[in-house]
């Protein structure tokens, strides 16, 4: 029986069933993110687009469903004459900053460039008609009433933060602070005020004196949740590396570095692609954080190099298919993965829409399928899912055989609500929402 920490029930899906035409590669989602009280959600596509969502607050409906608030395009298509190399418009991270007054303010990137985003309410006013013209009054100055018609919701791109990297930016990280962010491409880590957009400072910098010598590359970046001074950066090679400003204004030398060390006895020739770090995170205290690579999550103390003080296995059935993976490109997706509110649980993605739920105090987990196959409504329980193998027969909708699990339908993206059990998963160009 699932433990009720691990039990979610479907509360929305936003975009197009899949089937009903073929998915236009410019409405993949490709970036998913809470604002800091939960209230807004925020998601990104392919085709530039950023979405966002609004916590129903009318008192009508479940307070854990969402509804559209305004969309605006982000990033266009760039082509850059120097190297000859197109720039997509696709969104790889947003990031939200504390909300100070009426007004939205978030972070947006695609490979080159940086944007703050400010998305506010603004009123529409308007001469009222008059039904008959007043005679003028000598003396009397007439000024004009104006009456407010409605209210439009106003994207503006207040700053861009352009030409830093000469690599593609893989992560956006804002610091404590409020005022500062780091964005990081394969090489180098650069440090940004929030308010000057011509000039930022280069923090970490792997980039060899010859490129034949590279022998890995910057995957993700994080500052710390409380802590202004200390970031993290992890590795293709697995390595996750803790820095502090306040030593040097260079951080190539690190703090700490955690790694753990490869077994020989597993060494293949995919050992050094599945070992690549596409995600990292720091716990909501900052205690612990998490490493993501392509087929497992590694809990660590920040405290404490050495070894992980947990692994936990996502999809560990797919290792005798890795050679297949290789051929289909699969093998170099980034997936993500999130800590919950209270730092007890983790999300991480998988294949075939499915996701696995990980409750740390009791250790157990638990595999969902994220589909709007037989929901029976808004309060819907997901069931738990069973991947076999070999000539295991399968007797009901729960079971999968990893021989017809779905490549094409991943969730890579995905984020937990700040303050309640609500998820937000990317399926494509599908957004699915659970609550518990």
């Known amino acids: 029986m699932t433990h009720p920490s691990l039990t979610w029930n479907f509360s929305q899906v936003f975009g197009d069933r899949a089937g009903e035409g073929e998915i236009a590669e410019a409405d993949i989602i490709s970036a998913v993110e809470f604002n800091h009280d939960g209230e807004y959600l925020a998601t990104g596509d392919k085709g530039g687009r950023v979405v966002l969502f609004e916590r129903n607050n009318t008192g009508q409906g479940s307070e854990d469903e969402f509804r559209f608030y305004t969309e605006f395009q982000s990033h266009e298509p760039e082509f850059d004459y120097l190297k000859s190399l197109e720039i997509e418009e696709k969104i790889n991270q947003i990031k939200w900053l504390p909300r100070r007054n009426h007004a939205h303010f978030l972070i947006t990137t695609n490979d080159k ?106 995957t993700a970046a994080r500052f710390h949740p409380t802590h202004c001074n200390i970031f993290m950066y992890s590795s293709s090679k697995g390595a996750i590396k803790i820095c502090d400003m306040r030593a040097a204004a260079l951080c190539d030398a690190h703090a700490k570095s955690f790694e753990e060390p490869a077994d020989p006895a597993n060494r293949s020739f995919f050992s050094d692609i599945i070992a690549s770090t596409s995600d990292i995170e720091f716990s909501n205290s900052g205690t612990y954080f998490l490493s993501r690579d392509y087929l497992s999550i590694k809990i660590w103390d920040a405290r404490q190099e050495g070894a992980p003080v947990q692994s936990l296995d996502v999809h560990d059935f797919l290792r005798p298919k890795l050679c297949d993976l290789y051929e289909n490109d699969c093998i170099f997706d980034k997936f993500d993965a999130c800590w919950s509110h209270d730092d007890k649980q983790i999300l991480a993605g998988s294949y075939h829409n499915l996701f696995r739920m990980y409750d740390l105090p009791t250790g157990e987990d638990v595999c969902l399928e994220a589909s709007r196959d037989n929901i029976g409504g808004p309060m819907h329980q997901l069931q738990p899912m069973q991947i076999i193998s070999g000539q295991t027969p399968r007797s009901s909708r729960q079971h999968i055989h990893v021989e017809d699990i779905d490549f094409n339908h991943k969730i890579l993206h995905a984020a937990w609500h700040p303050r309640r059990n609500i998820l937000a998963l990317a399926a494509t160009n599908n957004l699915y929402l659970y609550h518990r």
């Open 113 to 218: 460039t940086i944007k703050l985003w400010k998305v506010s309410n603004r009123p529409n006013f308007v001469e009222p008609e008059e039904v008959e013209p007043v005679a003028p009054t000598p003396g009397v100055v007439r000024v004009p009433a104006m009456a407010q018609q409605d209210v439009s919701t106003v994207s503006r791109a207040k700053r861009v933060f352009a030409n830093a990297h000469a690599y593609h930016i893989n992560s956006i990280s804002v610091n404590s602070d409020d005022e500062t962010f780091i964005s990081a491409d394969d090489l180098r880590v650069n440090l940004w005020n929030l308010g000057v957009n011509d000039q930022s400072f280069n923090i970490v910098d792997i980039k060899p004196p010859t490129m034949e010598e590279l022998t890995e590359v910057i």
